[in-house]
T-cell receptor
Framework: DTGVSQDPRHKITKRGQNVTFRCDPI?????LYWYRQTLGQGPEFLTY????????KSRLLSDRFSAERPKGSFSTLEIQRTEQGDSAMYLCASSLVGGFAEAFFGQGTRLTVV | AQKVTQAQTEISVVEKEDVTLDCVYE???????LFWYKQPPSGELVFLIRRNSFDEQNEISGRYSWNFQKSTSSFNFTITASQVVDSAVYFCALTEVTSGTYKYIFGTGTRLKVLA
């Protein structure tokens, strides 16, 4: 296990379709985060899990977005009824529990809604 | 409210020049952490350094050095003798402790171009 893995790397979808992304964190990491990054901006926090519990959600996360982390291992982020404004890079990160350990990021899933 | 400002949108230097990337932060917390990440063209954010609010010692790691000054709420990053491989977008980030949230607040990043 060499790092955080995200799948797919790229996704093109038509407006109105549902999409699901997967993140596999570093195996011993209990915390898992989702961020969204648009062109020319820094990553924006969406949500985070500690083990299987979703402990915080950003106001950016509308009702069309849902994230899960069953069994505290991999996580999925689903976007329903996609809109053009959802086009962005979706980044997953993981970290150890305990203080503010640094987060390790995956390479992201680039979503394009046409 | 917490905020991170990276006023330099893009910097271009010639190889071997020194370059400093600025980061100014805002927080009401007395306990917080600051980070620098590098994002090369491949897209993956690479961790560079973490600093907590009680440790104002400057740090040097090879060609990289960081200057943390609480008095000016700044956490600047200097690359000495820059190389083409340093070309990337660099992000400064803040995490507050007291709020109990573990989210990172990122700046908008500084794109560094090192020309051969």
């Amino acid at each position: 296990d060499t790092g955080v893995s995200q799948d797919p790397r790229h996704k093109i979808t038509k407006r109105g379709q549902n999409v699901t992304f997967r993140c596999d964190p570093i195996s011993e990491h209990n915390r898992l985060y989702w961020y969204r990054q648009t062109l020319g901006q820094g990553p924006e926090f969406l949500t985070y899990f500690q083990n299987e519990a979703q402990l915080e959600k950003s106001r950016l996360l509308s009702d069309r977005f849902s994230a899960e982390r069953p069994k505290g291992s991999f996580s999925t982020l689903e976007i329903q009824r996609t809109e053009q404004g959802d086009s962005a890079m979706y980044l997953c990160a993981s970290s150890l529990v305990g203080g503010f350990a640094e987060a390790f990021f995956g390479q992201g899933t680039r979503l394009t809604v046409v | 409210a917490q905020k991170v400002t990276q006023a330099q949108t893009e910097i271009s230097v010639v190889e071997k020049e020194d370059v400093t990337l600025d980061c100014v932060y805002e927080t009401r917390d007395t306990t917080y952490y600051l980070f620098w990440y590098k994002q090369p063209p491949s897209g993956e954010l690479v961790f560079l350094i973490r600093r907590n609010s009680f440790d104002e010692q400057n740090e040097i790691s090879g060609r990289y050095s960081w200057n943390f000054q609480k008095s000016t709420s700044s956490f600047n990053f200097t690359i000495t003798a820059s190389q083409v491989v340093d070309s990337a977008v660099y992000f400064c980030a803040l995490t507050e402790v007291t709020s109990g949230t573990y989210k990172y607040i990122f700046g908008t990043g500084t794109r560094l171009k090192v020309l051969a």
